[in-house]
């Protein structure tokens, strides 16, 4: 018999499939999984920005991770954007009454990069206290770490500071100030290892730390270690972005699936 591993997103629903829990299926799929997903969150989005943010009820959220945990083994979690301070504790709830014993990673979503808040400022207590600890490694960017951390620091200084709530980091690099390379920063209490690579000049960078933190998950829960899944997170990303064909007019995605080729289409 066949067994496919099943993973589980719990993230934001974006529209226009270049972020959130329909591109991180996406990314699932790419890596020979199978996935499953619970909104937290509808958003009103394009490439060309998000308009627009509506929360699911705690109690949604709450239902659909009892429903699905009930009918399918799930092999990993990943943790996308969570929209409220209601959608943390549901998720933190049902983390901690669940046990969960695979790979959890977390992406700690605060703000899009068209600069709307995607988390509001009341859930950072639940997300930093509940949610944090409950992660194998979180996967801030350097404003997320710097808002979390609750400082503006270095790198390194903000990954030692997150160790105080999280088991493991990597802080993504993309806000670095090199024009041509992205060092991405691993910290754990027994390890500090950084991944640098160059940086793709491109407009398909929308859901890039979503896809980050999908592939992450998808390489921990296909045995890799925390090492080398995030350096293989991290080749998917730069593959994808290089394999992206144009959509929409603003940021747009990259090709989440680039192993299988688009259908050409000669527009008449
Ligand atoms: N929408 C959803 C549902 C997301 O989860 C995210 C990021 O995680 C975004 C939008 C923002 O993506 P970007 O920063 O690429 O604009």
């Not at 998950?217 to 080398?228: G, I």
Request: proline letters at 8%.
């Amino acid at each position: 018999m066949k067994v496919t591993r099943i993973v589980l997103t719990i993230a934001g629903l974006d529209p226009s499939s270049g972020a959130g829990l329909t591109a991180d299926l996406k990314v699932f799929a790419a890596h020979g999984l199978y996935g499953v997903c619970c909104p937290t969150a509808l958003t009103v989005q394009s490439t060309q920005g998000v308009f627009r943010s509506e929360a699911v009820p705690p109690d949604l959220i709450a239902d659909t991770l009892s429903c699905l945990a009930e009918d399918v083994p799930l092999a990993g979690i990943k943790i996308g954007m969570l929209g409220s301070c209601g959608a943390v504790c549901a998720v933190a709830d049902w983390l901690s009454a669940a046990r969960f014993r695979g790979p959890v990673v977390v992406d700690p979503v605060l703000r899009s990069s068209s600069g709307r808040a995607l988390l509001p400022d009341d859930a950072l207590p639940a997300l930093r206290e509940r949610l944090l600890p409950l992660a194998t490694v979180i996967t801030p960017n350097q404003p997320e770490a710097a808002v979390l951390a609750g400082e503006q620091a270095a790198p390194e200084t903000l990954a030692e500071a997150l160790l105080a709530q999280t088991p493991a980091v990597v802080l993504t690099g993309g806000h670095g100030p090199d024009p041509d390379t992205i060092t991405d920063l691993l910290r754990t209490p027994v390890l500090e290892r950084r991944y640098t690579g160059p940086r793709v000049h491109t407009s398909a960078t929308h859901g890039t730390g979503c896809a980050f933190s999908s592939a992450l998950l998808a390489e921990l829960v296909l045995e890799q270690t925390l090492v080398e899944a995030v350096g293989a997170a991290k080749q998917y990303v730069e593959q994808a972005m290089r394999a992206a064909y144009p959509v929409g007019q603003g940021r747009g995605p990259m090709h989440h699936l680039f192993r299988h080729r688009p259908k050409d289409f000669t527009p008449g």
